[in-house]
């Protein structure tokens, strides 16, 4: 018998002790603090023993289950850090220490280079991996004593990423793009070992059609429509302002159409969309700030999400996993962040610039098969890339030296 081409299955992972240090955790708000959650839950559900070190909060902590969710005295400082010192030295020398990294999410207004010390002291007492969500403030060009203070912190943030890249045994970023800017801040040699780990869905991604079809009929009943679009996200910055260009233009192209706006701060933008275009009050509905299981519940309803983002659909958006991860035929923008698998996989409708939405939500709505394919596509490229149980594996086999199969 030839054996030549046979491949010996790898070994199961053993337990793996893992200390998660989070800028956020729940009951906390915030994409990284829901990300954290699901990857603490995930790797517990792998019966690994899992603690979490975050900030204190002043909701119940009601999201524990089989995590260890240990509050910290302060936001990273010296207090917070000889706690976290104790701590640790506390568990197994092969205990894992896994960081959530974002600058800003360590406190002194995301200048905290004395925590990023604290961390880079210690990459020769236990293994340390880093997410890096985010890897520095970008430079500002413009002169003026705004931009020379942006770039007083685009500097410490590259000193910050410095310090916790030469801490980092192995390390992980939300977006490849993410690579590229940290190329010098790691030793010379790892660079080739960062992975790719994209952020999944921090909403449910299943949901009762019997309930989805009901809240859909209310949404249309209330405004009169034979189509919903949606948007999911927390209307702040350069979103918002690309949604001011393109909601109004596509309403006004797509009579018959209405639009639900779901997260935090959509009622007060729905407010003031309204009063700029009062001809469309009528269409628009804000759901405000509900529960994830709701969430999933209003984005399973619309027949088209418009996701517009001045950097482009990229792995990092939790606004566009949760549409993705649900089917939803989702219209948004290719820009410098988006990876190759937005064009490559075809399972979202892609543009240049906002301008070309409107047209293309149209066209999308005006299409039964195109958005049959779209939902078809979208739900298949979310389990086979971005579920959250990829994100665990590779957590996992990084532990342990194997060869993640992501």
């Given at each position: 018998m030839d054996l030549s081409n046979c491949r010996v299955a790898d070994p199961p992972i053993s337990s793996?002790?893992?200390?998660?240090?989070?800028?956020?955790?729940?009951?906390?708000?915030?994409?990284?603090?829901?990300?954290?959650?699901?990857?603490?839950?995930?790797?517990?559900?792998?019966?690994?023993?899992?603690?979490?070190?975050?900030?204190?909060?002043?909701?119940?902590?009601?999201?524990?289950?089989?995590?260890?969710?240990?509050?910290?005295?302060?936001?990273?400082?010296?207090?917070?850090?000889?706690?976290?010192?104790?701590?640790?030295?506390?568990?197994?020398?092969?205990?894992?220490?896994?960081?959530?990294?974002?600058?800003?999410?360590?406190?002194?207004?995301g200048m905290n280079v004395p925590f990023c010390f604290w961390l880079w002291r210690r990459r020769h007492l236990r293994p340390i991996d880093v997410m890096f969500h985010e890897v520095a403030t970008p430079w500002e060009k413009r002169t003026s004593l705004a931009a020379l203070r942006l770039n007083v912190l685009a500097l410490v943030t590259r000193l910050m990423a410095w310090l916790v890249g030469h801490a980092a045994e192995r390390i992980y970023v939300s977006v490849p793009a993410w690579r590229k800017l940290l190329k010098g801040y790691v030793p010379q040699g790892e660079f080739a070992q960062i992975e790719?780990?994209?952020?999944?869905?921090?909403?449910?991604?299943?949901?009762?059609?019997?309930?989805?079809?009901?809240?859909?009929?209310d949404l249309l009943q209330r405004a009169n429509a034979a189509f919903l679009l949606g948007h999911f996200g927390t209307f702040g910055g350069h979103i918002a302002a690309g949604l001011r260009q393109v909601l109004p233009p596509a309403l006004k192209k797509l009579p018959t159409a209405s639009a639900v706006l779901i997260g935090r701060g959509s009622t007060k933008f729905v407010e003031e969309l309204a009063a700029a275009f009062p001809e469309l009050r009528d269409r628009m509905m804000a759901a405000g700030m509900i529960e994830p299981a709701i969430v999933s519940q209003h984005l399973a309803a619309c027949d088209c999400l418009v996701q517009p983002y001045l950097d482009g659909i990229s792995s990092r958006r939790t606004s566009a996993m949760a549409g993705l991860a649900l089917g939803r035929p989702i219209v948004t923008t290719f820009g410098f962040l988006s990876e190759p698998i937005w064009k490559e996989s075809k399972a979202v409708r892609l543009v240049s610039s906002f301008s070309e939405m409107p047209a293309a939500i149209a066209e999308v709505l005006a299409e039964p098969q195109e958005r049959a394919r779209l939902s078809h596509a979208a739900a298949a490229l979310y389990r086979q890339r971005f579920d959250i149980q990829h994100t665990i594996d590779a957590l996992r086999s990084g532990a342990t030296g194997q060869v993640s199969a992501a």
């Open positions: 793996i002790n893992w200390a998660i240090v989070t800028g956020e955790y729940p009951l906390q708000t915030g994409g990284v603090s829901d990300y954290t959650h699901l990857v603490a839950v995930g790797l517990a559900q792998r019966r690994d023993k899992v603690d979490v070190w975050a900030p204190s909060t002043a909701e119940v902590n009601a999201l524990a289950n089989s995590v260890g969710v240990h509050r910290l005295p302060d936001h990273f400082g010296a207090r917070a850090r000889r706690q976290l010192s104790r701590a640790l030295a506390q568990l197994p020398v092969d205990a894992r220490l896994l960081v959530q990294y974002v600058p800003q999410a360590y406190g002194r207004k790719w780990l994209p952020v999944p869905s921090t909403v449910p991604t299943e949901v009762d059609a019997e309930i989805v079809t009901n809240l859909r009929n």
